[in-house]
């Protein structure tokens, strides 16, 4: 079965400090994994995508198929960062684009 | 600039009253969904829909109907509102694939007492 799992609810850091916030996932196939961000009182939001390696923000996501994981990580925290990030996965054999979600984890930068 | 748009804000409604929640994409995608969202839940998928008059069942779809007879348009419809589906809801929308992440609305924050 698709799942994924983020296993910290709540991240709690003082700004300038580096920021990793974990994703596991389980899927048999060839995943697409994203990670997406809902700042106070806004829309959830695409932050990045695995299949294009980009950073955004400073936050970067590096795909470890050998340990299911997909990590959101940046070097050195601001205190804009705050907000809650979902992370989520794509089957490829799916060609209907449902994604699963896990939990969420509340970010928290602290001045 | 608003590419997803929830027709309500807030919705207060009553045990057992028939509720419709709207959703309107301007994109042009294939896809659309209705979440749910809890505090340390995530987003739960209720129903999607690829194509007009085509649905889905998600994870969770027991209570809830959904309706797509226009491409642009995705319907959410609580048949008898009861108090456990008080939450968060957020539609979305993707192209067929998912490949290009999906365009969230604001949500909608439906109380039912």
Known sequence: ?111 | DVKVTQSSRYLVKRTGEKVFLECVQDMDHENMFWYRQDPGLGLRLIYFSYDVKMKEKGDIPEGYSVSREKKERFSLILESASTNQTSMYLCASSWMTGSGGYTFGSGTRLTVV
């Open chain 1, 1 to 111: 079965a698709q799942r994924v799992t983020q296993p910290e609810k709540l991240l709690s850091v003082f700004k300038g400090a580096p920021v990793e916030l974990k994703c596991n996932y389980s899927y048999s196939g060839s995943p697409e994994l994203f990670w997406y961000v809902q700042y106070s009182r806004q829309r959830l939001q695409l932050l990045l995508r695995h299949i294009s390696r980009e950073s955004i923000k400073g936050f970067t996501a590096d795909l470890n198929k050998g340990e299911t994981s997909f990590h959101l990580k940046k070097p050195f925290a601001q205190e804009e960062d705050s907000a809650m990030y979902y992370c989520a996965l794509s089957g490829s054999s799916s060609n209907t684009g449902k994604l699963i979600f896990g939990q969420g984890t509340t970010l928290q930068v602290k001045p």
